[in-house]
């Protein structure tokens, strides 16, 4: 809905920039002259303004690209509220109210467009992405260093484990082999002894 009355307008003066050019005379040219490779001609400056209304709103209306679309807009709105709703400039009341309440009719729509410009769809914003993945790294790197240290003590441990677990073996063994010589001398005696 936002996109609709750029898309209409955009069109509108994209057709006919005669009825707008003077107004825009005063707004639109002392600003060319500042940025190159704009054209200095009133029609000119209020066509191409047009074009990106008319472009900027189809993208915004289909939802592609809205927040560059949504800058856009705001960039051609400026210019256009400045140089069309000078109600300052205005002699008679009435003509003053009616302009008066077009240039904060802008004014809101300008502040639409930034709000839309700075919506990320549910989605984290860039800075907040930044932070984010940065804290993220912090935390990994000391979950890493935390894994190694313990990796290490693990090893340690292990590695004492496994000499002691060996000692035992080797113990057993020296038992067990007690054992049978012990047995094998008793059998030896008992068959002399029979003998």
Do not use: C
């Amino acid at each position: 809905m936002l996109a609709s009355t750029f898309i209409s307008g955009g069109y509108s003066t994209l057709r006919h920039p005669e009825p707008v050019a003077p107004a825009a005379e005063q707004v639109a040219v002392p600003l060319a002259q500042r940025i190159p490779k704009l054209p200095t001609d009133p029609e000119q400056l209020v066509r191409i303004n047009g074009a990106v209304q008319v472009g900027a709103g189809a993208l915004l209306a289909l939802g592609r690209f809205p927040r560059f679309a949504a800058l856009a807009l705001a960039g051609t709105l400026v210019p256009t509220t400045l140089a069309g709703h000078r109600y300052w400039e205005e002699k008679d009341p009435e003509a003053r109210q009616e302009q008066r309440v077009q240039f904060f009719k802008n004014l809101s729509l300008l502040g639409g467009l930034l709000i839309t410009a700075a919506d990320t769809h549910g989605k984290p914003s860039a800075a907040w992405r930044v932070r984010n993945s940065a804290t993220t790294a912090r935390k990994t790197s000391a979950a890493a260093r935390k894994s190694a240290s313990a990796g290490r003590r693990a090893g340690r441990v292990s590695a004492r484990n496994a000499g002691q677990r060996a000692e035992l073996a080797r113990l057993r063994s020296a038992n067990n082999a007690r054992k049978h010589a012990r047995t094998a001398t008793k059998s030896a005696r008992k068959r002399f002894a029979a003998s």
